[in-house]
């Protein structure tokens, strides 16, 4: 009895946060599963059409797949050149002494930027008439002849560079406070061993913060699904659709066409392909991955 | 005692480079925002030749600042304190109290914390417009609340979890009651965490786009990342006004981080390692 009553108790704490996130969250999620298969236009009573839904995003709908490739652009964009540039950068900064303050505050500076600032900068910075493109065109350097985001198949690679400018400091910091906790005496007895610079960061640095490098991969995976601010900031999917990615069309099928109910469908599709890598991660776990 | 090896060796010299690469286009959008527009279109990516400090007072009055900035202050501050109590209260009970079945609402945080926010953003648009909180600051800052609450929940709870038992258990003795515990006990030794949820749940409230240009399209109510968005839309060909508004908008955050710069780097850190 007096458990009981200190469990309610207990409850009690809990209760308004987790009712407030059911109500906001989990509610029309769940009513999701259901709208995702009517013809619900927003308004009026949803009706029931069946799997028609389904068949027409899977057999039907251009947009979905061509939106669905460039995330998966984006996914191989994000799982490597952020990587590459934050890892190395971030062993760099667990060798050395001097200054590490003063990278760590500088390179982390444009993680904390609003993205719309950082759109409308970037948007700035590579403009054909007055930027820095301008300029290296001018030089000759080739490739900054022509509007980089208007150009169909340059302008998701460029979207991805400026989002990747924004993020890649903060992935940097993450791995050096995860590099800051590998034992010294490793490095020190693999450069005993004979081992350089590499293998040290080979065999060293990198087992070393193996929890956090696949954690912050599967993450990784799960984000570059849901992207919208950088692409509607900087081109709301055009050149002619070339950028348009699950976020941007699910938000113009929502609330452009007024098609509510496949919307939904659009968004569980997206729902589908983030949690890819949490299935990729369950499954190396269960092989014996210590991760 | 193991020392860290010192070569000042070539890593400075990538790691310049990379500082420069993040340091630039901010120093260009403060520059430009000083310049005249016949000023910036000779000279895009350099010094002023004059410094014109009254663009900031034009940016200031033709991007509605105060008005946007308000709005953006208030989302921050009920938010904020919304996010501590709510989240504080539970991450108390999950990390001491521990009442049968809590652990599944750990499982449901973490699982709720990597859902798009499209598999239910559309059915609360609608539902939203139904109950007219659409266009309102109260339906938008259930949705924040709801977002920022995962990650401190995780993070308090952490906190919460190396404080010794012995601590509490005097103030337990003494008769005090759950509540008391957790405000006269647990929140002082455990400020700093609160502080750093806090700053991290204001930087993501005062940043944040998508929901709000979602779910509030009265240009006047806009908070100051939207009100950005639309004032680049309409004046954007003024690339120097257009700087000074971003410079006003970025402000505040810029002082913020210099001032508690651990705190923001580890919260921001932890928050999407453990959340």
Do not use: C
């Not at chain 2, 609160?194 to 929901?211: K, M, R, Y």
């Amino acid at each position: 009895m007096q458990s009981t009553k200190r469990n309610l108790g207990s409850w009690l704490f809990i209760i308004p946060i987790l009712i407030l996130h059911l109500l906001v969250v989990a509610l029309p999620a769940v009513s999701t599963l259901y709208l995702s298969l009517t013809d619900w236009s927003g308004v009026g009573t949803p009706r029931f059409t069946g799997l028609d839904n389904i068949k027409r995003l899977i057999f039907d709908d251009d947009n979905f797949i061509s939106a669905l490739k460039n995330n998966i652009r984006w996914l191989v964009f994000f799982l490597t050149i952020p990587f590459i540039m934050s890892l190395s950068t971030a062993y760099g900064l667990s060798q050395i002494k001097r200054g590490v303050m003063f990278y760590r505050v500088s390179l982390f500076l444009p993680y904390i930027l609003p993205s719309v600032i950082v759109g409308a900068l970037w948007g700035f910075l590579l403009n054909p008439n007055t930027g820095v493109t301008n300029f290296l065109d001018r030089i000759g350097i080739p490739g900054f002849d022509k509007a980089l985001l208007g150009t169909a198949g340059k302008a998701l690679w460029t979207i991805a560079f400026i989002d990747n400018w924004h993020f890649w400091g903060f992935l940097t910091i993450l791995f050096l406070v995860a590099l800051q906790n590998v034992p010294r005496e490793l490095y020190e007895s693999a450069e005993l061993d004979g081992a350089n610079e590499f293998q040290r960061f080979r065999h060293v640095a990198l087992p070393g913060i193996r929890p956090t490098l696949v954690f912050m991969l599967m993450m990784v995976g799960i984000w570059s699904f849901l992207v919208f601010d950088y692409v509607w900031v900087l081109t709301r999917g055009g050149p002619a659709g070339s950028t348009e990615v699950l976020g941007t069309l699910v938000y113009r099928t929502a609330f452009g066409d007024f098609e509510a109910g496949y919307a939904t469908l659009q968004g569980l599709g997206m729902a589908f392909f983030a949690s890819a890598s949490l299935v990729a991660f369950a499954i190396l776990r269960k092989k014996g991955w210590e991760i | 005692m193991a020392k860290i090896r010192s070569k000042p060796s070539l890593l400075n010299i990538p790691l310049v480079i990379f500082s420069i690469f993040a340091i630039y286009p901010i120093a260009i959008l403060v520059l430009n925002s000083l310049k005249s527009r016949r000023d910036l279109g000779l000279n895009p990516s350099g010094l002023p030749s004059e410094y014109l400090w009254s663009n900031y007072r034009t940016a200031f009055n033709t991007s509605n600042f105060a008005n946007h900035a308000t709005n953006s202050m208030f989302l921050v501050f009920v938010t904020v304190f919304l996010v501590l109590t709510l989240g504080g209260l539970a991450a108390y009970s999950l990390a001491r109290l521990k009442p049968r079945g809590s652990g599944g609402v750990m499982v449901y945080m973490l699982a709720v914390s990597t859902l798009p926010i499209w598999l239910y953003i559309v059915p609360l648009f609608f539902l939203w417009r139904q109950i007219g909180l659409l266009n309102n600051y109260f339906g938008l800052i259930l949705l924040y609340v709801a977002l920022n609450s995962p990650f401190a929940i995780f993070l308090l709870r952490s906190y919460m979890v190396r404080i010794p038992r012995e601590i509490e258990e005097a103030a337990i003795m003494d008769g005090a009651s759950k509540l008391r515990v957790l405000t006269k006990v647990i929140l002082p030794i455990s400020w700093s965490g609160f502080l750093t949820v806090g700053l991290v749940v204001a930087l993501n409230v005062w940043n944040e786009f998508q929901v709000a240009f979602i779910l509030i399209n009265d240009r006047e109510k806009l908070p100051i990342a939207t009100s950005f968005f639309a004032f680049q839309q309409e004046f954007g060909n003024d690339w120097t006004l257009t700087s000074a508004v971003g410079v006003l908008v970025i402000l505040p955050v810029l002082a913020l981080f210099f001032l508690f710069q651990r705190k923001f780097t580890d919260g921001l850190v932890q928050g999407s390692v453990k959340g």
